[in-house]
């Protein structure tokens, strides 16, 4: 099997898994709380479906000018798509992960959102070019979003790879299962927005290679919600474990503190009613410090 055979197949291969994963999300119920998946996973059949209709319609006749547009902008509009819902599936994952933890939970979710917002701000604006037509800026600002979320992924699969222990999770859990495989498409995407620009055919090596491990994630992802998932372990910390310490700290950011009186104070800053509970409690307490 030649490579434009191999690349044909698994164009057909990869919605059928996307398809056998939503099914998995289904019966495991777990479409709540994987949305951003769902998602994720709809539109990568969505586009898919339109792009081998459009394959199909060129096998029967249709004029390519004609076709091709409709390729493109569905394309690289899916292509964007799916940077953006891949965002969604890391910040949802992270929520998951760190939800024993409440404090770390807010204040990791409100650092993560601010550097997804200023990435995909810089993604954008880095789309901008001279001489810049309308197809050069979705196909820029496409690539740039699928390298930001390839980025940002990255780091959290690293995260993930070294808080699963402390947070209570394991190596089957569905936590990590979707993490390992957004890694993979991750990794995939940004060597391919890399290589893109230098790609003279699409029946490349680099074309199998990227068609087998977006395959295999799709595979992994279908394995981890169709096998039971283990429950998650009790998170027990140590009084000196970093994770407690800055999940305090985190719990007690954003609240008002408590007031406490140093030093003397005027009565008259008292009010009436204030003094006279305070004259009787004196008065209780003047007979039991005589009978003592």
């Known amino acids: 099997m030649n490579a434009k055979s191999l690349i044909q197949l698994l164009e057909y291969v990869d919605p059928l898994l996307c398809l056998i994963t939503i099914g998995a999300l289904f019966r495991a119920k777990q479409v709540r709380a994987f949305f951003s998946l769902f998602l994720l996973l709809s539109t990568k059949v969505i586009a ?29 509009t899916a292509y964007a798509l799916e940077a953006i819902l891949s965002i969604l599936v890391i910040y949802s994952i992270f929520k998951l992960a ?35 037509t309308s197809t050069k800026f979705i196909i820029n600002a ?7 979320q390839s980025i940002l992924t990255l780091c959290l699969l690293l995260f993930v790879c070294f808080a699963i222990r402390p947070m209570g999770l394991s190596h089957r859990s569905r936590i990590f299962g979707v993490s390992l495989g957004l890694g993979i498409l991750s990794t995939v995407e940004l060597v391919s927005s890399a290589w ?5 055919t699409m029946y490349m090596t680099f074309s199998v ?12 992802w279908a394995a ?33 503190p408590g007031y406490v009186v ?12 204030e003094l006279e509970i305070m004259r009787r409690a004196a008065e209780k307490t003047v007979p039991v410090a005589a009978l003592n």
């Open 142 to 148: 496409a690539n740039q979003l699928q390298r930001t």
């Open 209 to 220: 290679v990227r068609g087998i491990a977006i395959s295999l994630a799709f595979g992994i």
């Open 48 to 76: 898919d479906s339109v792009a081998l209709l459009i394959f199909f319609l060129l096998a029967r006749g249709v004029d390519k000018h004609v076709a091709y547009p409709i390729y493109f902008y569905t394309y690289w």
């Open 262 to 273: 140093v030093g003397s104070s005027s009565p008259d800053l008292f009010a009436p009613a």
């Open 98 to 132: 760190m939800e024993p933890l409440k404090g770390l939970q807010s204040l990791g979710l409100l650092v993560f959102r601010w550097a997804a917002a200023i990435s995909i701000a810089v993604a954008i604006g880095m789309a901008f070019g001279p001489h810049m």
């Open 196 to 200: 893109l620009t230098n790609m003279t």
């Open 224 to 256: 981890y919600f169709f096998i039971p998932e283990p429950q998650r372990r009790m998170i027990v910390l140590p009084t000196t474990s970093p994770f407690l310490k800055w999940n305090q700290v985190s719990l007690a950011l954003g609240h008002d």
